[in-house]
């Protein structure tokens, strides 16, 4: 008797759960690239540095990208080769050609395994890729022009924000962004076969659309995130297709230290510090984290910059890389851009 899988008004046959996915997804970062690369030209060119490295980096990444529409499978030497680069990252790297060559294969290698990621308060899907390398799944809750009401941290994460962020760090010449791609994964063929448990329970049918919950803060059943909600996909599966943004997870030797960020906001009636304090800047400015020996300060200001670009007023904690070789500060977390 064929075995089939039941879940919540979900049925597929094995057999189908195991086929190999062969169309690759439209990668969602295309459109990322384009319409950064237009705003650039039609700055004014007071804005532009003295040198146009970053633009330069920026037009050469989308000659690279090949003319079809899907992505090819990447070989195993591909990603291999990819996922050792990416363990070399010390957010110094401006080789386009690296650069291009883990986003691609971030965009296109198998998922191998699926669990709910167990930081912040929102979903988010820890994937292990072919090759054991490890992603965080970000879905897209929002269309992308629609107007998020409220106070500037309102709202769930917004995906392409995360996609913004790792460009707009190339532009700056502040590459302190993880590699992150904008991508489409079919939960019912990619996700769901190889789910673990704990994420597997929380699969529901919506309609046509599949869709899932997860285990967090604020995971709840009424709040369910479903794929084929904001757009159309040329697979004839468009329930089953969710966008978001893959975010490379840092190798694990690498030690991240988190700190409460000076100007963190409060979400709260009561006013911070540096709201009411009038010397405020000059506290911390004097203090021995912050001292005029050290870069930690003019990082923040740098993070303050890129954060007013992104509109992101959520930056309450940030991270710092430490290693023997590599003390830098990382901005992850960009979701509220």
């Given at each position: ?35 950064i690369l237009q705003e650039l030209k039609n700055l ?118 995360e996609v913004a962020a790792f460009y707009l760090g ?168």
């Amino acid at each position: 008797m064929e075995q089939h899988w039941f879940r919540r008004g979900l049925i597929f046959s094995k057999e189908q759960v195991q086929k190999s996915l062969t169309a690759a997804y439209r990668n969602a970062s295309d459109w990322a690239e384009q319409e950064i690369l237009q705003e650039l030209k039609n700055l004014h060119p007071k804005y532009y540095k003295s040198d146009f490295s970053s633009l330069n980096l920026l037009e050469e990444r989308i000659k690279m990208k090949s003319p079809a529409k899907g992505l090819l499978r990447p070989s195993k030497e591909d990603i291999k080769l990819a996922w050792s680069m990416a363990r070399n990252w010390n957010g110094k790297e401006k080789n386009m050609t690296i650069i291009s060559s883990i986003l691609s294969v971030l965009c296109s290698s198998q998922i191998q395994h699926a669990e709910m990621s167990r930081s912040g308060t929102q979903i988010k899907l820890l994937l292990s890729l072919e090759g054991g390398q490890q992603a965080l799944f970000k879905p897209q809750w929002y269309s992308r022009d629609e107007i998020i009401e409220g106070p500037v941290y309102a709202g769930r994460d917004r995906h392409n924000a995360e996609v913004a962020a790792f460009y707009l760090g190339l532009i700056l010449d502040m590459n302190r962004v993880p590699y992150v791609v904008g991508r489409r994964v079919d939960l019912r063929r990619e996700i769901l076969p190889v789910a673990d448990q704990g994420l597997w329970e929380t699969f529901v049918q919506n309609s046509t659309h599949t869709c899932f919950y997860g285990n967090c803060a604020s995971c709840s059943p009424r709040f369910s995130v479903c794929g084929g909600k904001h757009g159309q996909d040329n697979s004839g599966r468009d329930g089953d297709i969710l966008e978001g943004a893959l975010i490379l997870m840092l190798p694990p030797y690498y030690h991240l230290k988190k700190f409460r960020h000076p100007w963190q906001r409060t979400y709260n009636n009561f006013s911070a510090r540096w709201e009411v304090q009038v010397n405020y800047c000059d506290s911390v400015r004097h203090s021995k984290m912050y001292s005029p020996a050290g870069s930690r300060l003019p990082d923040l200001v740098d993070a303050a910059i890129f954060d007013f670009l992104m509109d992101n007023g959520d930056r309450h904690h940030y991270e710092i890389l430490q290693d023997s070789n590599i003390d830098a500060f990382v901005l992850l977390d960009n979701g509220k851009g």
